[in-house]
């Protein structure tokens, strides 16, 4: 039977030749295994790039990367005990390797007194010059990749160069301070999210029932897809998750919105191009007395100042325009008739609810306005004759007349500009037209109609319109419910929000509005229950959406902008509220730097681009700098996993989806389609009735 000396010297190939901070240089002994090793317990590989080798100190072992193999002609080297006197010194070929120091793995006991390895991250002892360099045993090898104690629950693959060892990752770490998953398109980015997201659900499902616990994960996935990547990744898992898509697909039950009533000032200045200097104070003004007068339940003077100025702006709008406006089409007709209805309606509401002079102005804008909705209607009840000027002149007049008894002031209970409050967002321009005219003599009109204009159209537009102003909108409540989770994940774990229909044009405001609201719910959840909820917010595509600033950032606000800050200050902030950030990017250089700095794990897939790789350089040691060498020619399904998350960068296989679980965005099957093997039957005009619905 071996001695545990003996053993150790069949394990030693070499030594070391000098030592630096970064690297190491080993001289290989000259009967050191060539190819494979049979000394380690079990036939391997001999160490290759990026695999393993130990140096024994008085801590335990250097754990060293391999960086560089090669060979260099030096002197026969002198053999211990012999006498080669009639040698010549003729130039030899020695075999070497550079290795960087990642760790030490450290022999313990456990709480049952068997022994096992720990491995640790950085060096505390670097090794001297001649110390012995060994291969790991399988035992020492799997402790490695697989070490760091119980929390390492997350099972996402195997080590190739480490006899398939299991890498595990603590799912803590992994998602509390933010991963990045970086490669290429094509080499498996969109399945390593895809698997994180469905192994972690597994490991803790199972975890539940080994503690003989009860009820669904308590998870919460909010996968923002810019692609409709993942819409059937997860259909299998139960429940399943919540999908929103922007209609006309969508179905009637979960479509895809985004009340404007629920964005703060800033994401309106930047969704209205508002300029700093007069257009924005005026929107903040806007918007608190649009939120505030929602919030008031009688008939206050300054609520009645709110709704029949918003009506005075309009006929004032339709006069300015000349009679085309109200006399020419039949579409001009109804909406002049609509206008006139609308104020009959809101007079005879507030009726009841006033007294004294303010009481009987509004009768008698009542009597005036069905007086004149009776003389113009058609007899059949289906539309309105032509208007002419006079008759409505008089109907401004009147509003006129009832404005001058409540005049509009600041109150000391305005709401926040900032309060996600409901408001009639069809009559936010008009109030904005009102209290532009309302100031010093109507002079910041002419900074506002632009603004105005700009509001208008984006609600008008039929793309935009289910999303920003939906006709049966959810309170606030319930969209938290609904986007972020429910009770304990009652609703489900996962949410995915399809983008792919959502206009290019307001693209980036939903993201940075949706990313807001989420960070902010997580924010005010830990004030009040005093605890954070964990939350994991993934978004594909981030090169699109973090870009890195320019200096473009002066003045006001884009939506651009608007998108990267949000996304930096999530980096920065949500893990102290629980709210973990997954990022999948194939132009890692185009990324916020702020937001690379603050992910403490990525998996790195292959990156072939000169510039990302230079990137990514720069955000791990320098003395693991060789390892991303590997980067351009990794395969399909390999990564290279470092940071917090793993105490050494490991070279890792990810675990296989089924063909039914991976996102769709698998590569085209060109000749297969050419060759007739599979079928592309067209139907052109579906897909056009489709896009002009």
């Not at 006197?85 to 990642?102: E, N, Q, Y």
């Not at 102005?361 to 306005?369: D, F, G, N, P, V």
């Not at 730097?593 to 230079?614: G, K, M, S, W, Y």
């Not at 991303?628 to 290279?640: F, M, T």
Request: charged share 20%; glycine share 6%.
């Amino acid at each position: 039977m071996s001695s545990p000396i003996e053993n150790t010297a069949q394990l030693v190939i070499g030594s070391v030749e000098s030592v630096a901070p970064n690297e190491i240089k080993v001289l290989l002994d000259l009967d050191a295994p060539q190819t494979t090793a049979l000394n380690t317990g079990f036939p391997r590989a001999f160490p290759r790039i990026n695999s393993y080798v130990l140096v024994p100190n008085e801590t335990g072992a250097v754990v060293g990367m391999i960086s560089w193999l090669g060979i260099e002609r030096s002197n026969f080297p002198k053999r211990t005990g012999l006498k080669d006197f009639d040698l010549i010194d003729l130039p030899f070929p020695l075999r070497k390797m550079i290795i960087s120091p990642v760790g030490t793995l450290i022999l313990t006991k456990n709480d049952e007194g068997n022994d096992f390895y720990n491995l640790q991250r950085g060096v505390a002892v670097f090794p001297s010059i001649g110390d012995q360099v060994l291969l790991p045993t399988e035992i020492q090898l799997r402790s490695i990749i697989e070490s760091q104690g119980v929390n390492r629950r997350l099972h996402i693959g195997v080590s190739p160069l480490a006899n398939n060892a299991v890498v595990s990752v603590d799912p803590d770490k992994l998602f509390g301070r933010h991963l990045a998953v970086l490669g290429n398109t094509g080499s498996g980015k969109s399945c390593s999210v895809a698997g994180l997201v469905r192994w972690s659900l597994e490991s803790a499902s199972k975890e539940k029932l080994i503690n003989e616990r009860t009820g669904s994960v308590n998870a919460r996935f909010i996968i923002l897809d810019p692609n409709g990547e993942y819409l059937k990744s997860f259909s299998d898992l139960t429940p399943t998750p919540r999908i929103f898509k922007v209609p006309p697909i969508a179905s009637p039950d979960n479509p895809l919105t985004l009340p404007a009533w629920m964005w703060n000032s800033q994401e309106w200045s930047a969704f209205a191009l508002a300029q700093p200097g007069t257009q924005r104070p005026l929107l903040l003004q806007g918007l608190r007395n649009m939120r505030s007068a929602a919030t008031l339940t009688a008939p206050t003077e300054r609520r009645l100042n709110l709704v029949f100025r918003t009506r005075f702006q309009q006929l004032q709008g339709y006069l300015g325009q000349g009679p085309a406006a109200y006399s020419g089409s039949f579409r001009s007709r109804m909406q002049m008739g609509d206008l006139l209805n609308s104020v009959f309606i809101e007079s005879t509401d507030y009726l009841n609810n006033t007294t004294g002079n303010i009481r009987s102005r509004i009768e008698s804008l009542a009597r005036a306005t069905r007086q004149l909705i009776d003389l113009r209607k058609w007899t059949s009840g289906n539309g309105f004759n032509d208007f002419n000027e006079v008759e409505l002149r008089v109907i401004e007049s009147e509003l006129q007349a009832l404005l001058d008894l409540i005049p509009l002031q600041e109150s000391v209970n305005l709401r926040s500009e900032d309060a996600p409050i409901p408001f009639s967002l069809t009559d936010f321009p008009d109030h904005l037209d009102a209290i532009a005219a309302n100031q010093t003599g109507g002079s910041a009109a002419q900074f506002i109609s632009w603004l105005t204009m700009r509001i208008r159209m984006m609600l008008a537009d039929r793309r935009l319109g289910p999303i920003l102003n939906p006709d049966n909108a959810l309170k606030f409540d319930e969209w938290l419910t609904d986007y972020i989770g429910g009770d304990n994940a009652d609703n489900g774990q996962i949410a995915i929000l399809d983008l792919s229909l959502v206009p290019a044009d307001v693209l980036h405001m939903v993201i940075a509005v949706i990313a807001r609201i989420i960070f902010e719910a997580t924010q005010r959840y830990r004030r009040l229950m005093d605890n954070e909820l964990p939350t994991v917010l993934i978004l594909e595509e981030a090169h699109h959406f973090i870009r890195k600033g320019t200096n473009e950032d002066d003045g006001a606000v884009t939506a651009n902008q608007m998108c990267r800050q949000v996304f930096e200050r999530i980096a920065r902030e949500g893990r102290k509220f629980g709210l973990g950030l997954l990022l999948s990017s194939q132009r890692p250089s185009e990324l916020s730097p702020t937001v690379l700095a603050q992910c403490n794990t990525f998996l790195l897939h292959r990156i072939v681009n000169d510039r990302d790789q230079e990137l990514v350089g720069k955000l791990i040691p320098d003395n693991l700098g060789g390892l991303l060498k590997d980067l351009p020619s990794l395969p399909s399904r390999q990564a290279i996993l470092l940071g917090w998350a793993t105490p050494v960068p490991v070279l890792v296989e990810i675990k296989e989806l089924p063909e039914e679980h991976r996102p769709q965005s698998s590569d085209p099957k060109f000749w297969n389609v050419w060759t007739g093997e599979e079928s592309r039957n067209i139907d052109w005009k579906r897909i056009a009735d489709e896009w002009t619905s």
